[in-house]
């Protein structure tokens, strides 16, 4: 990945494209749902989510529709990488609709919750991934290619 799409990427926090990755777009919260192993039936690990409102209720079409997108697999039954934006007017439920789907998906290896309020958030967000366990483990370094290169 060239050194300089990483900045470019992200302008405004507007339209997201990543190479190799899955990114979802929720007003202005981005979360990446990481899977390359066959279906697993154990909880993800989820990176750096706020909590879902505990008053959520309806929008099951929504939720039932990232389910079946995010279910397809391959041959080999492992998921490809992909991506889904949730878009619409502020306070309309899009952070949450996101929030609800990262607590009761399975079978992914990690969610990873990023603050898309702009730039410096992003950059901060995906920066932070690189000190967790599993990030040290793969010797992702602290730049934000890195950690995109990782995930």
């Known amino acids: 990945m060239p050194a ?9 926090a507007r339209g ?26 154990e909880p993800a690990k989820t990176i750096l989510k706020p909590h879902s409102s ?5 929008q099951q079409a929504h939720l039932n529709r990232l389910k079946i997108y995010f279910s397809l697999r391959t041959e080999n039954n492992i998921s490809p990488w992909r991506s889904f934006v949730i878009y619409g007017m502020g306070g309309i439920g899009k952070t949450q609709i996101a929030l609800k789907f990262a607590e009761d998906v399975s ?9 898309a ?4 958030t992003i950059s901060a967000s995906l920066k932070g991934l690189s000190s967790i366990p599993d990030a040290k483990n793969a010797s992702v370094g602290e730049t934000t290619e890195s950690v995109l290169y990782w995930c």
């Open 4 to 12: 300089t799409s990483a900045v470019h990427i992200f302008t405004n």
């Open 16 to 41: 997201v494209s990543i190479r190799d990755t899955s990114i979802y777009i929720a007003g202005r919260d981005q979360f990446n749902i990481i899977n390359q192993a066959p279906l697993q039936h």
């Open 54 to 58: 505990a008053l959520f209720t309806g």
């Open 107 to 115: 079978g992914y290896s990690h969610i990873f919750w990023v603050d």
């Open 117 to 120: 309020t702009d730039e410096n």
